[in-house]
């Protein structure tokens, strides 16, 4: 058992707002340059929706991720041969119009704009060209299901899904959406990595955050085709491809990442998980219908003493240890089982975990045409529920409903529960049958209740020491080291020749 | 004099100012290094620019690499006329796939504002520098036959003496102007190589083809590996 720690996330949709502070925030800290003005490390997006970049689940298109092929995984598009083969124009490469092209205004002219008879306005600009532009898309284009005929109906994700559900979807379209906010996974095997010719992406040892190294990329922009979720993104200005770095200077100082600090919403949690990297080629492998499972099994007890045993063993030091038996994303994925990989069956093993929204059916258009918002049930049952379980599947499951309906089903039963607690008007006998039907004891309920409903600061974000002084210790002159943060590179990113 | 400024002293240059900067570039500024790929911005011309361009420059590369190596031989394949047909037209083909990527390139960053804001004057230099060597190459090659016959006695020789410090510019110094045109864009081309984007062929990805598909990079050495623990 070869024991490593992930820093893994949970961000708990159900909770999401789509306010976009996150992205905002991101934004400000990591992207407000030229040439990544059209990046979005952390973007939300309206589901059902084609996202950003436009259909990024479409892998018929954009062939990221791997295949299982009968001697073992093979990236779809790229890799070792069919990367040589496609160097010099890379057919599966999405361009900037895939994205948007990014737009700034020509304020300028409201206060320089001569006297005449119509107000003057500012003009949008291209931050490209400079020149003014008309815009045909943007970030969150889709956003609340906008021009859903277009964008929602597109939705990769519905391919499965029923003729006949389809339409009872699109019949209340304007009720029913949920938001996905999306950074890079962080994957066990992520197949940018695999499909960087040049070595500059490379996964942490210590914390699993995955990187690239700007002096090592040399825009052979595999790792943009690779990337199933579009998570790496090209700097058109610099030649050199970039994605989210989990904010690791932040995490090093011990401050949650830009996008989890700012989260209005509360979705997002933080920790550290320990897992058996021996077994991340076999369970990549897994038949679709027991990814999920396969995937979570590969999370290891952190209270086991053989775990704890073996960690040590492999130089994982007791804090570190520690706070992985604290990480809230150990009780989301394995305690409780209600947080899934999206989209799983691209086999990257992603370490960023969703909580699937229960989105109930509060009210129903009645057969006099008006809408009956009393119903029998508080929350009805959850094949109601208005998106479709094949599609949540789809995202959550790898296609498979089982843990989806787990999830669901056992959120639903602490919400009854909780209700009982709090105001009494849903009988106990109820609660606690929904409850134990869900495989949930009331002790669980509440502590599902409590970090998901309460959850103080320091109970989401659950920081390991990143031991950053054990990297410069490794140096002869510890002093020569002094004020380095681990940047990489200190001085100003400019094109090359 | 001009001559052996052009022929005896340029290649030094060349070669010389090719190395060093090359070495310095990669060891204090490796963030410059890359293909500054433009797929991003335009990505349908650039098939029929980019891949012709490259496939022709490569096997134009390995055609006069092959003659330099290997002249004697490549004089014994010329033998049967037949054989020299079969080089010349490859070399032909080879150029003319090279002149239409890049006359696809060209037209494409000229058609496109988004390139064209994207464009250092470093680009406007390679472009240059490569459309002279491809015509007065095509220029060679249709103009004065057979270009692969008389290469491997005058220029490879010249070559050779360069190589050895002893240049012997008399062996090219009576080349049509086309050819003596072909050479000095030649070392220019050398020279300027290391200021361009041109470097990236100097780290094509090669050992990918050899490396474990995932790579992870430790901050600090696994304790286990330590003696005593």
Known sequence: MDVRAQVSMVFHLDKCIG?????VACKNVWTDRRGAEYMWWNNVETKPGTGYPTGWEDQSKYKGGFEKKEDGLELRAVGKVRGALTVFHNPNFPVIDDYYEPFTFDYQNLFDAKEGADQPIARPVSMITGKPMEIESGPNWDDDLAGSKHYAAHDPNLANVSAEEREALFDIERLVFFYLPRICNHCLNPSCV????????????????VLLNQERCRAWRFCVTACPYKKTYFNWSTGKSEKCILCYPRLESGQAPACFHSCVGRIRYLGMVLYDADRIEQVAQTEDHDLVDAQRSLILDPNDP?????????????????????SPVYRYVIEWGLA????AEHRTLPMLFYVPPLLPVMAQKSENGHYDTTHDDFLGSIDQYRLPLQYMASMFGAGNEAPVRYALRKQLAVRYYRRAVTTGDIPQEQADRLLKEAGCTPEEADRIYHLTALAPFDDRFVIPPMHREEAIEMLDEPLEAKGFAGMGIRKRPERGA | MLNTLLFAVLPYVAVVLFLLVSIHRYRKEPFTFSSLSSQFLESRQLFWGSVPFHI??????????????FPSQVTMWNGVPVRLFILEASGLIAGLLTLVGLVGLIVRRLGSARLRINTSSTDIGVYLVLMVQIVTGLWIALGYRWGSAWYTHTAVPYLWSVARFAPEIERVVELPLVARIHIVGAWTFVGLFSFTRLVHLLVAPVPYLWRPVQLVIWNRERRHRRPGN
């Open chain 1, 340 to 343: 899934l990989p999206l989209h």
């Open chain 1, 194 to 209: 695999a499909a960087c010719p040049s070595g500059a992406l490379y996964k942490r040892g210590e914390d699993g955050i």
């Open chain 1, 19 to 23: 306010c976009h502070t996150c992205s």
């Open chain 2, 56 to 69: 022709g420059l490569v096997l134009l590369f390995f055609g006069h690499l092959i003659g330099f190596l």
């Open chain 1, 306 to 326: 053989k775990v704890i045993a073996d960690a040590k063993r492999n130089g994982i030091s007791d804090d570190v240890i520690a706070s992985a038996q604290r």
